[in-house]
């Protein structure tokens, strides 16, 4: 079983910075890509950003792009979202996920860390 724990959340202005973090509490080969899921209140989920544990391939919602950045850390289990030039509707509970191989989707998720934004 695969755990992910968020940690980094918070209340900042708008224009601030924070940067959110996923422990992963063990790899197998069978989870290739992490990913960053927010959803706003009254929101469904949406996708943020995505990272390869090899290669470090990254993708972002356009939402996002040229504002927040997705790394890792092989060594520590950890993956990060920085979030810079923050707004209002960044606000939402964020989650990290893992994506399995065999199920080809983001089968592990964690408990989420709440970001508000205010203006």
């Known amino acids: 079983q695969v755990q992910l724990v968020e940690s980094g959340g918070g209340l900042v202005q708008a224009g601030g910075s924070l940067r959110l973090s996923c422990a992963v509490s063990r790899r197998t080969l069978s989870e290739d890509t992490m990913g960053w899921f927010r959803q706003a209140p009254g929101k469904e989920r949406e996708f943020v950003a995505s990272i390869t544990w090899s290669g470090g391939s990254t993708y972002y919602a356009g939402s996002v792009k040229g504002r927040f950045t997705i790394s890792r850390d092989n060594a520590k289990n950890t993956v990060y979202l920085q979030m810079n030039s923050l707004k209002p509707e960044d606000t939402a509970i964020y989650y990290c996920?893992?994506?399995?191989?065999?199920?080809?989707?983001?089968?592990?998720w964690g408990q989420g860390t709440q970001v508000t934004v205010s203006s």
């Open positions: 996920a893992a994506r399995t191989i065999l199920q080809n989707t983001y089968f592990y």
